[in-house]
């Protein structure tokens, strides 16, 4: 399935694209947990408003436990699952097993949120999502100056992380995956033999609109002797 090179890069993209953002959702999260501010005590972390629950400080070992123990090891599992998930795609032998790996991929990507709404009670996870960050806003002279030059930084970013995406199947494609030769067309050939001996249709995509055509005998064989049926019984039309 894989011997075609766009369709090849394109399956890459696909998943790379998946685990950018996995990728992302880290690095947003490990930047608004820098711009919290600091606090010396953990009574002075959150702010009650109603229902809600706002964080406005960090402990310094709040802090660095939030980020070695939920940031870090969400952006290192991404991105061994997008090297991993590479190649086992790389790895993909036909086209129904290539459906069938990529939902058994996406469901080990959403497994987090899976054990997250089967595995803790209803008013838990009704508080994490009150949980909010509360963060100082700048004080800007010309909000709309500033406005757009938040939205340019953001478009910025997101055109290098496409940008990397791109360099990184590449890269990965020609020089690190060891399990497809360097050069994949050669696997044309043999490809091409191995889906016409085993995959080839019984019916053409013409034979229900050509009636008496003998190919469709040969699609729908019928009987050339005649069926005995017990007494009584008789074949529907």
Known sequence: AMWNRPFYYSVLFCWTLVMLIEIRTGEE???NLLKVPHCDHASEMLYCRGDDRYVVGFTRVTRQMCMWFVVVPKIGISIVLLWLGCEWL?????????VMNTVAMAFIVSIDEVLFEAILP????????????????PVADDELDAMLTKKEHSFRKSLIYILLA???IVIYAEYFQDVLPNDIISLRDICTQLITATQQPFCNGWTWYLRGNPAAHECFPFPKQP???????????
């Open 166 to 168: 791109l360099v990184f």
């Open 122 to 137: 209803q008013h838990h996870r009704e508080d994490v999502e009150n949980i909010d960050f509360l963060l100082d806003k």
């Open 29 to 31: 999260l490990g930047r």
């Open 227 to 237: 069926i005995d049926l017990p007494p009584g019984e008789h074949i529907e039309a």
């Open 90 to 98: 790389s790895a993909t032998i036909e086209f129904e097993s290539l």
